[in-house]
C-alpha cells in the first residue's frame, strides 16, 4: 500500500464499493475506508436480537436494483432473483395478531391478506393503483440512474 492515493472513499457500501471498483479499472489508485468489520452496507443481514439465532436483512433488497449495466461492465459474478413474497407486515388486530402478505403468486390471497387487516374491499385496489403508478414512475427514472442527469423537462 502507498501512501497516497489518487481517490479516498469513505464507506464500503454498495455505492462505494461500485465506485471504487470503475475507480481502479480505471487506472487510480483508491484507498476504500470502512466502519465495520463487513462490506456492503445495508445490503447485509445482520442479526438484531441477542440470543435469537435469526439473521435479518437490512435492505438487501438494494442489490436488486443493481443495473445490470453495473454488472455486465464489472464482471460480476450474480445473477438477480424476483421472489415470489414482497412483503410480509405483522399486525396486530383487536388483539389479534395477522399480517399483510403480498404474495406476487397469488393475487386473490394478496387481496384477502388487504381485506382482513385493513377491514375494506376497497385498500387492495388503492395499493394495486398506488404500485402501478410507482411503477411508471420507475421505469422513466431507472434509465437514467446510469447516465447523465436529465433537466426536468427531459424526465
Not at 497516497?4 to 465506485?19: C, Y
Not at 455486465?72 to 459474478?77: A, K, Y
Amino acid at each position: 500500500m502507498t501512501d497516497r492515493h489518487d481517490v479516498v472513499i469513505v464507506g464500503g457500501g454498495h455505492n462505494g464499493l461500485v465506485a471504487a471498483t470503475y475507480l481502479a479499472k480505471a487506472g487510480l489508485s483508491v484507498l476504500l475506508l470502512e466502519k465495520n468489520d463487513t462490506l456492503g452496507g445495508a445490503t447485509n443481514s445482520s442479526q438484531p436480537f441477542d440470543g435469537v439465532d435469526v439473521r435479518l436483512s437490512r435492505y438487501s433488497y438494494l442489490v436488486s436494483l443493481l443495473p445490470k449495466l453495473i454488472i455486465d461492465e464489472l464482471g460480476l459474478p450474480i445473477r438477480l432473483l424476483r421472489r415470489r413474497v414482497q412483503s410480509y407486515t405483522p399486525v396486530d388486530r383487536d388483539g389479534t395478531p395477522t399480517g399483510l402478505l403480498v404474495d406476487d403468486g397469488d393475487p386473490a390471497g394478496t387481496a384477502a391478506s388487504f381485506r382482513r387487516v385493513s377491514g375494506s374491499e376497497t385498500e387492495y385496489q388503492r395499493w394495486q393503483d398506488f404500485y402501478r403508478m410507482t411503477a411508471d414512475v420507475a421505469r422513466k427514472v431507472f434509465p437514467t440512474m446510469t447516465a447523465p442527469l436529465r433537466t426536468r423537462d427531459e424526465m
